[in-house]
């Protein structure tokens, strides 16, 4: 990872969308988890159901590394990090 030789300034504007990506991560992510957590509690009391719930459950993590990635490379963008 190569980091921006001089100090790297941003606008207002730059500094509210980068928040917003953030904000729009952590509820990606928690929302994520949430399913998870739901469907295990599902399992729980409906065993029947297991095969559904876990196609659910295995979707998620994808779901967060993908959120996670597209934050990361916006962040590196705006801060000038190179990889």
């Known amino acids: ?10 606008t207002v ?3 509210a969308e980068l ?7 952590r509820h990606d992510v928690t929302n994520k988890l949430s399913l998870i957590l739901a469907a295990v509690d599902v399992t729980q009391y409906k065993p029947h159901m297991t095969d559904r719930m876990m196609a659910t459950v295995a979707e998620q ?12 490379l916006e962040f590196e963008k705006t801060f000038g990090i190179k990889r």
């Open 1 to 10: 990872m190569e980091l921006p030789t001089e100090p790297v300034t941003l």
């Open 13 to 15: 504007e730059q500094i």
């Open 19 to 25: 928040n917003q990506q953030l904000a729009n991560l």
């Open 61 to 72: 993590p994808h779901k967060i590394i993908e959120a996670v990635a597209a934050f990361s």
